[in-house]
């Protein structure tokens, strides 16, 4: 798998590819196809791969699931890099003192 690649195009192809070897006559599980494709994830998967193998049972995993899994495990990558930074530190505080309530934010 390509470091700018998205899950979707990356099952694309390999469903791709074991439809053409399953022509030529080979017979390929869903347990082979889910295991090569844990193998060739790249980096930013590594803790998923794990959490995957360690809590289901990759023998009866069909690869639909995993690819569930792993758009929204994309999905999520995603929705972090596009909140800022200064978003996340954003801090709100109120005080009542003997006037009422006041407000106060952070980063201002």
């Keep these: 798998m390509k470091e700018s690649e998205c899950i979707s195009d990356y099952f694309s192809k390999v469903k791709a590819v ?9 017979d390929i599980e869903d347990v082979r196809m889910v295991e090569k494709i844990l193998l060739t994830l790249t ?5 998923v791969v794990c959490a995957i193998e360690e809590s289901k049972d990759l023998d009866s995993m069909m690869v639909e699931q995993l690819e569930g899994s792993l758009q929204a495990h994309e999905e999520k990558i995603k929705r972090r890099q596009e909140v800022p930074l200064e978003q996340h530190l954003k801090t709100q505080a109120s005080f009542k003192d003997y006037r009422g309530e006041t407000s106060y934010r952070g980063n201002r």
């Design 18 to 26: 074991v439809n053409q070897l399953r022509r030529y006559g080979e």
């Design 43 to 47: 980096p930013k998967f590594d803790f």
